[in-house]
């Protein structure tokens, strides 16, 4: 039976997170991608961490709306330590890495969001790139695309380029402290400065963090204030452990890969593989703002992308939420526009802050995609046979101007 979030059953444990043990002992209900042990949520004291699999709400699902809540008022910390880290350096680095990415890669301590796009200018990648220095770049990307990224860049990368690849994933585990409590509870394990002025949004930094160094980029997936923060695996455990006790004070608590998908849905973020794919372009999916169409070296997909600026767009990713707060989405459900199929969800979650499911799918309509037409249309999504009034729109339905991201 596909039960939705079914995870398997064998062969599982064969890749862990330098936090593990401690995850386990925080109670944590792990799940697998690419062999990947993961917290997907965690449970209270005295409640086993198990799935108890429905299509309606599952046993997490209240544990789950906690942690999201508590990321949105407090702070939270994610394990994010199954990125596929890809140090990149040489001679030609920045300029293969300009080549291959939309965006502008060539600001030194700056994480910069990019895709990699195809000749016909659709997408095959969705990652960021941090210039670490002149000639070092740091590529990261999520570990269920690591094997199709690297061949990516191993195949795009000019013949005869001075410019080598290095896979460090396993030196680095990663924290993710997010929430509006995240720049006090890290400024008691660090002496650096994180105030606005000296750490913006994008910034890319080497810090003290507890007994070590770490890289700490002021990035978030869930649209709150936050750091991921690099640190060497042999210190990791002992970072998380100062993270813990620290955070007594503000609130901290740990949140899973359940939490960080329906949080990042309330803010609109794509996901590779399910919101953007080489059937998508940036236009449709609403990503063409992070193309950088003057730089120096033109990206590859870059003709494709300028031509078809400014014109009418028949397809667009949209946001969905429900009306009825009772229903739950999960992605692949039909989209109805006035009564006709134009559409399905390609990914979908539950909004504990406006009590509703909520989902992204691409809508398309012979005369065009606007927010005009989204507004003067009745929206529906079919749920189990019956067909849920659901709410449309082009910008995300949560803090749609990223303000708590540069609080």
């Not at 002992?25 to 198990?50: I, S």
């Amino acid at each position: 039976m596909h039960w939705p979030f079914r995870q398997f059953e064998t062969s599982r444990g064969i890749r862990k997170s330098p936090f593990y043990a401690r995850e386990m002992e925080l109670n944590a209900c792990f799940g697998e991608v690419a062999g990947y042990e993961r917290p997907n949520w965690y449970a209270p004291k005295g409640v086993k961490p198990v799935y108890e699999y429905s299509y309606g709400r599952q046993n997490w699902f209240e544990y789950c709306g906690e942690e999201c809540r508590n990321v949105r008022g407090n702070v939270g910390f994610f394990d994010q330590s199954s990125f596929a880290k890809f140090l990149v350096t040489g001679k030609d680095a920045e300029r293969e890495l300009q080549r291959i990415s939309c965006a502008d890669v060539s600001r030194q301590g700056r994480a910069t969001y990019t895709q990699w796009l195809n000749k016909k200018g659709r997408i095959e990648a969705d990652l960021t790139v941090t210039k670490l220095a002149e000639q070092r770049f740091l590529v990261v990307t999520a570990v269920a695309t690591a094997v199709r990224d690297w061949h990516y860049m191993k195949s795009n990368f000019a013949a005869g380029a001075d410019v080598q690849m290095e896979d460090i994933s396993n030196h680095y585990a990663v924290l993710g402290v997010m929430g509006p409590n995240s720049r006090k509870l890290l400024g008691k394990l660090t002496g650096a400065d994180l105030s606005n002025e000296a750490y913006p949004f994008g910034t890319a930094k080497e810090i003290e963090f507890g007994w070590t160094k770490a890289l700490a980029l002021r990035i978030s997936y869930v649209g709150e204030l936050g750091w991921e923060i690099y640190i060497p695996s042999d210190y990791a455990p002992g970072a998380l452990d100062l993270l813990l006790e620290e955070g007594r004070a503000f609130g901290l608590k740990p949140a899973g890969m359940h939490a960080m998908n329906f949080l990042r849905l309330e803010k609109a973020y794509r996901h590779w593989g399910h919101d953007i794919s080489p059937d998508d372009t940036p236009h449709e999916s609403g990503l063409a703002f992070l193309c950088a169409m003057d730089k120096a070296v033109p990206f590859i997909g870059r003709e494709a992308v300028a031509a078809e600026k400014g014109k009418k767009l028949t397809k667009r990713l949209v946001q969905f939420a429900l009306q009825d707060p009772q229903p739950l989405l999960y992605h692949n459900e039909p989209i109805f526009m006035n009564g006709r199929n134009v559409g399905y969800v390609t990914s979908a979650g539950y909004s504990f802050t406006m009590n509703c499911a909520i989902g992204m799918g691409y809508v398309k309509h012979p005369e065009g995609v606007d927010q005009a037409l989204l507004d003067a249309s009745k929206f529906e999504i079919e749920v189990a046979d019956k067909k849920v009034p659901a709410r449309a729109s082009l910008k995300p339905f949560y803090d749609p101007k990223g303000e708590r991201l540069k609080l």
